[in-house]
T-cell receptor, first 113, second 112 residues
């Protein structure tokens, strides 16, 4: 089955700097890759996603890149703000009948003011 | 608020007791998912419904667990004879098409 690895487990950046989180997946059939942000005591919030027919997607300060050949995808956050501090999860899904998500183990991002 | 809601938010129970959680999905989302999240880990898939039909169950879902979605709207997840290892956050997500899953706030279960 699918396995998703996520790095780093913790990331500390200065406000205004960029943050990059990387994930690799094992199943070449996976073709949908969402990113979630989870704040303390809350459920995961979908922040951006990418499908396998696209190499890059941007939404304001966040972007995701996908390299299907290497089976890895990354989240880029520019001009980080203290409110970006949270745990970020990547996930992968095969677009079969269920779309069940296989999650990475998470990255705790701390943005220092 | 038109997001996914879950009830209760917190549940403390003694080992051996039964518990039931409820999830109300976003209106008109025909897909509903249950995940379990333990401390410091990403959510793990438990089961999924399309309308009222339960179409897939994870091996994590032992015979002590049962989920229903009787009218294709809200769903319940029941755990019988709870064990300490069941302590976790139980998350519900809904989706109109399968991708773009929107999560609720979760139910945190503590088994003492």
């Amino acid at each position: 089955g699918e396995n998703v690895e996520q790095h780093p487990s913790t990331l500390s950046v200065q406000e205004g700097d960029s943050a990059v989180i990387k994930c690799t997946y094992s199943d070449s059939a996976s073709n949908y890759f969402p990113w979630y942000k989870q704040e303390l005591g809350k459920g995961p919030q979908l922040i951006i996603d990418i499908r396998s027919n696209v190499g890059e997607k941007k939404d304001q300060r966040i972007a995701v890149t996908l390299n299907k050949t290497a089976k890895h995808f990354s989240l880029h956050i520019t001009e980080t703000q203290p409110e970006d501090s949270a745990v970020y999860f990547c996930a992968a899904s095969e677009v079969d009948s269920s779309y069940k998500l296989i999650f990475g183990s998470g990255t705790r991002l701390l943005v220092r003011p | 608020d038109t997001g996914v809601s879950q009830d209760p938010r917190h549940k403390i129970t003694k080992r051996g007791q039964n518990v039931t959680f409820r999830c109300d999905p976003i209106s008109e989302h025909n897909r509903l998912y249950w995940y379990r999240q333990t401390l410091g880990q990403g959510p793990e898939f438990l089961t999924y419904f399309q309308n009222e039909a339960q179409l897939e169950k994870s091996r994590l879902l032992s015979d002590r667990f049962s989920a229903e979605r009787p009218k294709g709207s809200f769903s319940t997840l029941e755990i019988q004879r709870t064990e300490q290892g069941d302590s976790a956050m139980y998350l519900c997500a809904s989706s109109p098409t399968g991708d773009e899953q929107y999560f609720g706030p979760g139910t945190r279960l503590t088994v003492t």
